[in-house]
Structures are given as C-alpha cells and as structure tokens.
Nanobody
C-alpha cells in the first residue's frame, strides 16, 4: 500500500523557518513526482510546489517563490519543503501527494495523499 506521511509542522513566528518532510512507504518514491499542497480554513486546497522524478524540474506557486525550496532524497524515500521567511498567510495544513508522471500544481492530477501537517505562523 502506498503511504505518504508528512511531518515537521508546528508554530513559528513570522519571518521564521520550518522544514516539512514527506516520507513514503509501500513504494519507491524514485518513480513519482511529488507535490506539496496546503489548505487554509475556509479555502480550497492549493498547490505550493512540486518536484519531478529526477529532481531536475521544480515548480512553485507565485506566493512562495523565493521563500520555499523543494528537494528530494530518493535514498531516504523522502521529499522536503524548506520554508523560509514565513508569513501569517502561510498558515494552513500542508499535504504532500504523489503522481506517476510529471510535476504539476494541479491537485486533481494527484492520486496519493498524506494526512497533512499543520503549519501556524503567528506572533
């Protein structure tokens, strides 16, 4: 069974940093593109970033460009999202998801999802 588990969320002050992890089990992440998504209360789930199978191609939402960095360590079967210069509007539940083909921020293209990790940016 293909399972994704997110971790690393928490409470951080504006301007702070967090690193989220997405650990895969039941499958080898090498063959999957991975996306990060987030959902704030009362809002739709939106794409934040994605990374291709090889890691050579990445994509970011305009709202996080220059602040977030996605990376993958296939040896550890894990994908990371480094989040710097966090803002209160980054507060949301963050999810990772896997798809067989390429990197996209379109959530409907992903068939496998983790359970999410809460990120709260507040002073």
């Amino acid at each position: 069974q293909l399972v994704l588990v997110e971790s690393g969320g928490g409470l951080v002050q504006p301007g702070g940093s967090l690193r989220l992890s997405c650990a895969a089990s039941g499958f080898t992440v090498d063959y999957y593109a991975i996306g990060w998504f987030r959902q704030a209360p009362g809002k739709e789930r939106e794409g934040v970033s994605c990374i291709s199978v090889s890691g050579g191609s990445t994509n970011y939402a305009d709202s996080v460009k220059g602040r977030f960095t996605i990376s993958r360590d296939n040896a550890k079967n894990t994908v990371y999202l480094q989040m710097n210069s966090l803002k209160p509007e980054d507060t949301a539940v963050y999810y990772c998801a896997a798809r067989w083909v390429g990197c996209t921020l379109a959530r409907l293209e992903y068939g496998y999802w983790g359970q999410g990790t809460q990120v709260t940016v507040s002073s």
